[in-house]
């Protein structure tokens, strides 16, 4: 049986209080802390740079996730990697050597991963697996938090999964986007590892007991 994680995205936490929202969300049982980063540019929004993923390092000890929705990225890789990141995940878009960027991430002794759009193929990473320690498929475009599940993206993950366990390569997938109580076992039967949620974990008021965190990250796994 596969270990399913879910890294809960705090683009929908309450940024009035996230450090506590952050703290919240390690006793509630969470596994990763996923941080997104957009520029206004690559994306329309714009979100946050390396000093918040440097002011949140000190507050939890779980993985802090980045994805970059910026562009072009390699010159902020190492603002992020030296903040505290721990997975740095770039789309193939944001600048012109893929691979290289990803080199420069793992020179931080970090994961290095590749974000693959609703359109983007999974051809894209297919000749530089050992390259890559996680693939994020994206279930919405880029850019912003409670947008519809696109089910079809599922199809890469069935393909990603069959090569890298057929190949036994120490890559994680990871979906992003939509994912709620319905579309979660999609998306696990499909072959995930990791599930980033926002919405369906926020959707209430900041919640400082952790309690209504611990039943929505608890329900995503499946363990409920
Ligand atoms: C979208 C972001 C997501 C977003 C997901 O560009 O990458 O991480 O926060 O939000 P939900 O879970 O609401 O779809
Ligand atoms: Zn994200």
């Known amino acids: 049986m596969r270990q399913i994680l879910i890294a809960p995205s705090i683009l929908a936490a309450?940024?009035?209080?996230?450090?506590?929202?952050?703290?919240?969300?390690?006793?509630?049982g969470a596994d990763w802390i996923h941080v997104d980063v957009m520029d206004g540019h690559f994306v329309p929004p714009i979100t946050v740079g390396a000093q918040a993923v440097q002011a949140l390092r000190p507050l939890t000890a779980?993985?802090?996730d980045v994805h970059l929705m910026i562009?072009?990225?390699?010159?902020?890789i190492e603002a992020f990697a030296k903040a505290g990141a721990n997975i740095l995940t770039v789309h193939p878009e944001a600048g012109p050597h893929l691979h290289r960027t990803l080199q420069t991430i793992r020179s931080f002794g970090i994961k290095a991963g590749v974000a693959l759009n609703p359109s983007t193929p999974l051809e894209t990473v297919l000749s530089i697996l050992p390259a890559v320690d996680l693939i994020l498929v994206m279930s919405v475009n880029p850019g912003y938090g409670g947008q519809t599940f696109i089910p079809y993206v599922?199809?890469?993950v069935r393909i990603l999964r069959k090569i890298i366990d057929d190949r036994s390569l120490p890559i994680l997938l990871e979906i992003d986007g939509g994912i709620h109580a319905e579309t979660a076992p999609l998306a696990i039967e499909a072959g995930i590892d990791v599930l980033v949620s926002g919405t369906a974990i926020f959707?209430?008021?900041?919640?400082s007991t952790g309690h209504a965190y611990a039943s929505a990250i608890a329900g995503l796994r499946g363990s409920k």
């Open 154 to 156: 599922l199809e890469k």
């Open 71 to 76: 562009t072009p990225v390699d010159a902020h």
């Open 14 to 28: 309450d940024w009035s209080q996230l450090g506590q929202e952050v703290k919240s969300l390690e006793k509630a």
């Open 62 to 64: 779980l993985p802090i």
């Open 203 to 207: 959707g209430r008021l900041a919640d």
